[in-house]
């Protein structure tokens, strides 16, 4: 279970498919498939940045990492892994690495149930 | 046609973008400041989309060096970013940004009005 905190919101929705969605109206299946495929491909190298970032004492490299996986995610429906990502980054930005492991675990976590969901829209179970 | 240069160093920020405006405007793409403010010059684009937070040289220093330069200091230039924060846009205003764009985009309308504010066309 994740120690992380959870807001209401992502309590409620920890992904959104109404943001596949849009990403369909935007621009079809083949842009929905395109930006689910960019996503897998990047999402965990991302989350490795940021733990290497901290690992090695870069909370800067850390912040942008998680600043940049926090976007994608919000882009692409996993509201939870977003606000993992944008609680990581605001302690990160203040420079005090306490608690931070715990949330990089909590969305490493989080990560993995995220690729099932979007591998299932690729499959075309979603939206 | 109406060039605009997006500067935004994830991939799928830009595929996104050029999903949504490619078939408005001719779509020139950098993936980080310097490259930017070289082509920048080159690619004369009519508007800018510059993501805020990019490695190296941030969207701050580049819109910067873009407004310190005669060439390229009337450009308008739109925001984009994910730091949502209560005072941003008027920060964003402050620093010489013409506008300001959160992500995710949930509504591709407000992007385009932005846009065509900037150029004109609204």
Known sequence: MSTAPRTASTELRPTDPDALARLKRFGGAKLLNEMVALYLESAPGRLAAAEAGL???????????????????????????????????????????????????????ELGRVEQWLEGARAGRLP | MTTLAVVEDNADNRLLLRALLGERYEIVEFDNGIDALAGLRGSHPDLVLLDISLPGMDGNEILRRIRADDALSSLPVIALTAHAMAGDRERYLRAGFNDYITKPIIDEAVLIEAIERWLGGL
């Open chain 1, 55 to 109: 690992a090695s004492g870069d909370l800067m490299a850390t912040e942008n990492s998680l600043h940049s996986l926090k976007a994608s995610s919000a882009q692409l429906g996993a509201m939870h892994l977003a606000a993992l990502c944008e609680h990581g980054e605001t302690i990160a930005h203040a420079g005090t690495p306490t608690g931070i492991a715990a949330l990089l675990a909590a969305s490493r976590e």
